[in-house]
């Protein structure tokens, strides 16, 4: 399905008490969608089912956030993250992401559920905005996207290391900040 990578500027909002949810395969494809994430993203469930979740990948999102998710998930572990997506319409809406493998009887990954919140206001437009600008602009520097993608992701590891915390450690710190 191609995508109008048309942009309003609009932000979307969802209420506090409700969570967007999708599950997809292990490469990523759609194979569940709840009601608030048809209606906040302006999908049909047809429209949606089997398509790649990166569907609603914004443009102003990192990728190598993407690829610290990925990474996260191969390695059977859950990950916490502020997401920003696109809408169908181009209209955007940020969310809390919590992303977790899903496991068969025989505890095999045979695909991934993730569960959306509203974020912390105040945490995305002072912290995870700048961030992500920050990453943005590492990633567009290079020579070439996946370059790009990898000194980012070269500047969030080094990131965290000063830390001294994992990601979903730095995650919900920036929300007690």
């Known amino acids: 399905m ?52 990166n569907i609603v990948r914004h443009p102003d999102m990192p990728r190598c ?7 996260t998930l191969a390695a059977g572990r859950e990950i916490f993250a502020y997401v920003v997506n ?20 025989h505890k095999q990954v045979i695909g991934y559920h993730s569960s959306r919140r509203v974020p ?23 020579g070439n996207r996946k370059e790009g993608m990898l000194e980012a992701f070269r500047t969030v590891a080094a990131l965290l290391e000063e830390s001294g915390v994992d990601y979903d450690e730095f995650v919900w710190r920036l929300k007690a900040a």
């Open 120 to 142: 912390d206001r105040g945490v995305v437009t002072e912290k995870i905005v700048p961030l992500y600008r920050s990453l943005l602009a590492v990633e567009q520097k290079q």
């Open 65 to 71: 956030v993407y690829k610290l998710l990925w990474d």
């Open 2 to 53: 191609a995508q109008d990578l048309h942009l309003t500027g609009n932000e979307v909002f969802f209420d506090e008490d409700e969570i967007i949810v999708s599950k997809t395969d292990l490469k990523g494809r759609i194979t569940y969608c709840n009601d608030v994430f048809l209606r906040v993203a302006g999908y049909s469930e047809r429209e949606l089912l089997g398509q790649p979740h």
């Open 86 to 105: 696109r809408a169908r319409n181009g209209d955007h809406y940020w969310v809390l992401a919590h992303v977790t493998p899903s496991r068969d009887k």
